[in-house]
């Protein structure tokens, strides 16, 4: 028999040795839309996020509020906020740059993979996942965390000579291919 707990929003602290999982039921999280906040060092996530070649600094600290709810359609979703003072390599200088990021997605439920699959045609920028019994929070970070790092970070200006002088030399190849059309 279930029992009524009334449910109220849960803090939770890690300590940087603290691996164990973070569990929920994602439906009844959404449905009784509580709410799970607390903070998680990138080196406590798995190894395809703390070992990414961008990362300059594994210590950075991530906080995350995990919300439940229910869409307008009547649809059962995660809202994932996380945010976090990261160090990039930059990839023209290699040198750290600071990046803030601040990613919020919402991940709606679905039965099965077929009622996922039509909305997701219908909606290009949903996202989704089929109801489970059990979900690693920190599974649904990490994930959420790849899919945030910027593609190829770089400072605006590296304050590099060096960079600068490289390709002075180069003619452009778009006024020599303007050249060729006026010449026709």
Same mark, same amino acid.
């Given at each position: 028999?279930?029992?009524?707990?009334?449910?109220?929003?849960?803090?939770?602290?890690?300590?940087?040795?603290?691996?164990?999982?973070?569990?929920?039921?994602?439906?009844?999280?959404?449905?009784?839309?509580?709410?799970?906040?607390?903070?998680? +060092?990138?080196?406590?996530?798995? +190894?395809?996020?703390?070992?990414?070649?961008?990362?300059a600094?594994?210590?950075?600290?991530v906080?995350?509020?995990?919300?439940?709810?229910?869409?307008?359609?009547?649809?059962?979703?995660?809202?994932?906020?996380?945010?976090?003072?990261?160090?990039?390599?930059?990839?023209?200088c290699?040198?750290?740059?600071?990046?803030?990021?601040?990613?919020?997605?919402?991940?709606?439920?679905?039965?099965? +993979?077929?009622?996922?699959?039509?909305?997701?045609?219908?909606?290009?920028?949903? +996202?989704?996942?089929v109801?489970?019994?059990?979900?690693?929070v920190?599974?649904?970070?990490?994930?959420?965390?790849?899919?945030?790092m910027?593609?190829?970070?770089?400072?605006?200006?590296?304050?590099?000579?060096?960079?600068?002088t490289?390709?002075?030399?180069?003619?452009?190849?778009?006024?020599?291919?303007?050249?060729?059309?006026?010449?026709?």
């Amino acid at each position: 028999m279930r029992k009524n707990i009334d449910v109220k929003p849960v803090k939770l602290y890690h300590t940087p040795f603290m691996l164990d999982p973070i569990l929920i039921d994602p439906e009844v999280f959404a449905s009784e839309k509580q709410v799970l906040q607390g903070t998680v +060092e990138l080196g406590e996530l798995d +190894e395809r996020v703390w070992s990414h070649e961008y990362l300059a600094d594994k210590q950075t600290k991530v906080s995350y509020t995990l919300t439940g709810g229910c869409d307008r359609l009547q649809r059962l979703f995660l809202d994932l906020a996380l945010k976090a003072d990261l160090q990039l390599f930059c990839q023209r200088c290699v040198k750290p740059m600071p990046y803030l990021m601040e990613e919020n997605s919402r991940i709606v439920l679905f039965a099965d +993979e077929d009622s996922l699959d039509e909305a997701m045609v219908s909606d290009d920028e949903l +996202e989704g996942m089929v109801k489970v019994a059990e979900l690693d929070v920190r599974t649904l970070i990490e994930d959420q965390m790849l899919m945030a790092m910027p593609f190829s970070p770089r400072h605006e200006d590296c304050d590099n000579i060096a960079l600068e002088t490289v390709n002075q030399d180069k003619p452009n190849p778009f006024a020599v291919l303007a050249g060729l059309k006026s010449s026709r």
